[in-house]
């Protein structure tokens, strides 16, 4: 009796591309998660920046041209 020994192979390679597949899933939620915390830390930083700007502004005297 002959076995068909790439059938039972076969099912393999399915469930190692269904694997395959949630893993990178899984990855690319993760690296989007990582992307939105950096952006918010970016910018939670650059807002004491801006305050501090526009408090030096106040203090700068007008330029008048003659």
């Given amino acids: 009796m002959g076995l068909c020994f790439g059938c039972f192979d076969g099912g393999n390679k399915r469930m190692t591309k269904e ?32 305050e501090n700007q526009s408090e030096n502004n106040n203090n700068v005297e007008p330029i008048v041209q003659v």
């Fill in 19 to 50: 694997e395959e597949r949630l893993a990178s899933e899984e990855a690319r939620a993760r690296a989007a998660e990582a992307d939105q915390k950096r952006k918010e830390q970016q910018g939670e930083a650059k807002q004491p920046e801006t």
